[in-house]
């Protein structure tokens, strides 16, 4: 009995973040990422997002982490958790609103439509490349800015568009086009390390870039590559020219923003880093 008693106020420390864990609601939309920062104790705190880890980063007494919610996801509601061993130290509670994406009709080579065997062969390999690449992300944030537009010319298709191309296929347009001619600079978006520099069967010449913690970004149809695989770039740094390479019908540079496996808004991950940052 006297040993139950010493032990009480021990357990009573133990239980009080599982007794009272912190609950938020939020709301997010399809193709869209949340900025988290939380005070949380521990160590060794990991994140939930129903049963995929969700990987974060801590500073201080804060954990911080992106949450994302997929374009094609039709989980609503969903909560992401995050917990030391079994013990749940928040609870995040994401409603889904809607977004309503815009529709466009392409014409494009009809050869990038219908795939040859080799040119199939050749798509497939490089998917294969390109995944073993997302894979391996690394594990620290690589920047302490926010994300900026590599462009400040129009916009001539916004993320999510639904397109149809030669009236025969179907796809949805999962980064953000800039107007830009042969040759235009293209600066990175943000501090990272490039992981590929290259052409590709799709975006033709492609620079990317791993800014940690399974976030990168893509720069497509390129002209030119100015910037080899390996290196570290500051954000603004020169790593291409806009071109037409690629599955283009006219010269601009594609920008891709990839979390945690998914294609999501690069203006909602400018938007979301300028509050992480206070920019
Ligand atoms: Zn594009």
């Known amino acids: 009995m006297k040993l139950f008693i010493s032990l009480l106020p021990i357990l009573c420390l133990n239980t009080a973040w599982a007794k009272n864990p912190i609950q938020q609601e939020l709301t997010i939309r399809p193709g869209e990422v949340r900025w988290i920062e939380l005070e949380l104790p521990g160590e060794d705190v990991k994140l939930f997002c129903g049963d995929q880890r969700v990987k974060l980063q801590r500073e201080g007494k804060q954990v911080q982490a992106f949450i994302i919610q997929s374009y094609f996801s039709d989980l609503n509601p969903f909560t992401c958790t995050f917990k030391q061993g079994d013990q749940v130290l928040a609870d995040l509670f994401f409603k889904v609103e809607n977004r309503e994406y815009p529709a466009e009709k392409l014409k494009v080579e009809p050869k990038t439509i219908k795939l040859s065997p080799v040119n199939q062969k050749r798509a497939d390999a490089e998917q294969l490349v390109l995944n073993k690449l997302y894979s391996l992300s690394l594990d620290r944030m690589q920047f302490k800015t926010a994300f900026q537009a590599p462009m400040s010319s129009a916009v001539t298709s ?30 990175a978006a943000n501090a990272g390390k490039v992981v590929f520099s290259g052409d590709l069967f799709y975006t033709g010449g492609t620079v990317i870039i791993d800014h940690g913690l399974d976030i990168f970004t893509v720069y497509g149809h ?58």
């Open 158 to 187: 916004i993320y999510g568009t639904k397109r149809v191309y030669n009236k025969q296929k179907k796809g949805q347009h999962l980064g953000i086009d800039y107007r830009a001619a042969v040759g235009d600079n293209v600066p």
């Open 222 to 279: 390129l002209s030119k590559t100015l910037i080899e695989a390996g290196r570290f770039v500051k954000r603004g740094e020169l790593i291409g020219l806009s071109g037409n390479t690629g599955r283009t019908s006219g010269p601009h540079l594609h920008w891709g923003v990839k979390v945690q496996g998914q294609y999501i808004d690069g203006d909602v991950m400018i938007s979301e880093t300028k509050k992480a940052f206070k920019e």
